[in-house]
């Protein structure tokens, strides 16, 4: 039986998915939570998700094993401060914001760097709030940890355990590297689709015809711009140093290009698409990590009432366990126009096996 017992202070999309994987993962133990918004609490209290809803920081607090900070990066300083008075040194506090430089330095100020441990769970949706929360979420995401000079080590081991309990993937980083590698993994290229939409927008006719016919391509590298503007307005002024250096060098590479593409320098343009090609590809082939290989084909099927119901129950006749299935909307990298994801080689070579002699045109 597992007596844990986690308090959340913040309980939105992340911080729900983590509360959600615990309890789908240690069904016995004890959750708390505390938010601004009485509704939050109270929907994860009926749903199940929570045990206790609070509407303060207090003594409640005190038993917990974990503590979450999962409230916007400015307010976390200010829950600190509030939980100073009812803070148990068995506890362990964490948070998951995606800058770490300026928490750990108020964990230092306070004195609490021997059970503080930054956490930062690589993952999330363009959607935020509670509502959108998901166990799922986690899934082999990795789940970034930063300790103090004076982490014990025994702490940092069972924070470990309890992320690939949940599903992720930990990783321990040093929270100065932690700042520059999700600057230029995640918060540069949040600026960059920020900015490529705002391209678009800013040059669009008044028919709005670029908006009409954007197509794949653009929609999926510009996905992440429906993140909250607040969130990323925070990210950008507490990880600035390492953004603007990294979008400096972004800058350098965008006009080495742009002078590639005036001179028609054909040799330098094919290197650019070429290395980033191979090094993206390379993404894919890792053994590890949330980029994972997919086992996808796409199949030729005609616009009538019934077609992919019929695809779906001819590979289950043939016991051929579908992964995801549906329908491609927009066919500007795409020949077949329903995708389907197998869970395995096995599945897809029998799924391509199947669907060919069957008649249908397959593209892997």
């Known amino acids: 039986m597992n007596n844990t017992t ?184 949040h600026v960059i689709s920020a900015s490529l939409v705002n391209l678009v927008k800013d040059n669009d006719s008044e028919d709005e015809l670029m908006k009409t016919i954007a197509a794949g391509g653009f929609k999926d590298i510009t996905r992440i711009s429906s993140s909250s503007p607040v969130m990323w307005q925070q990210i950008c002024t507490t990880n600035s140093a390492n953004i603007s250096d990294l979008l400096s060098k972004y800058i350098d590479s965008l006009y080495d290009i742009k002078l590639a593409i005036d001179e028609k320098d054909n040799e330098k343009l094919f290197e650019f698409f070429s290395k980033a090609r191979e090094y993206r590809e390379s993404f894919i082939t890792t053994s590890s990590g949330p980029i994972q290989k997919v086992y996808e084909i796409t199949v030729e099927i005609d616009d009538h009432p019934g077609r992919l119901a019929k695809v779906a129950t001819l590979l289950s006749d043939n016991e051929i366990n579908i992964k995801n299935i549906g329908i491609v909307h927009n066919r500007e990298y795409e020949r077949g126009t329903l995708r389907i994801e197998l869970h395995d080689k096995e599945g897809l070579d029998k799924a391509n096996s199947v669907l060919k002699s069957n008649g249908y045109n397959i593209y892997l």
Do not use: W
Request: hydrophobic fraction near 35%; glycine fraction near 8%.
């Open 6 to 189: 986690y308090g959340f202070i913040g309980l939105g999309l992340i911080g729900g998915s983590i509360a959600r994987a615990i309890k789908e993962n240690e069904p016995s133990s004890k959750i708390i939570a505390y938010t601004p918004h009485k509704e939050t609490v109270d929907t994860a209290h009926a749903e199940g998700i929570i045990d206790t809803p609070l509407y303060e920081i207090g003594a409640d607090f005190s038993d917990c094993d974990y503590i979450f900070l999962c409230a916007p990066v400015e307010c976390n300083n200010d829950n600190i401060q509030k939980l100073l008075p009812f803070l148990n040194k068995k506890t362990t506090l964490t948070d998951i914001g995606s800058v770490k430089n300026g928490i750990h330095e108020k964990i230092k100020e306070l004195g609490l760097e021997d059970q503080f441990i930054g956490g930062h769970p690589m993952a999330g949706t363009e959607r935020i709030g509670f509502n959108n929360s998901k166990s799922s979420l986690l899934q082999n995401a990795y789940y970034i940890l930063t300790k103090t000079n004076i982490t014990d080590e025994d702490r940092l081991k069972r924070y470990y355990d309890l992320v690939k309990t949940i599903g992720a993937i930990p990783l321990v980083v040093e929270y100065k590297q932690h700042d520059y590698i999700t600057a230029a993994i995640s918060h540069v290229p």
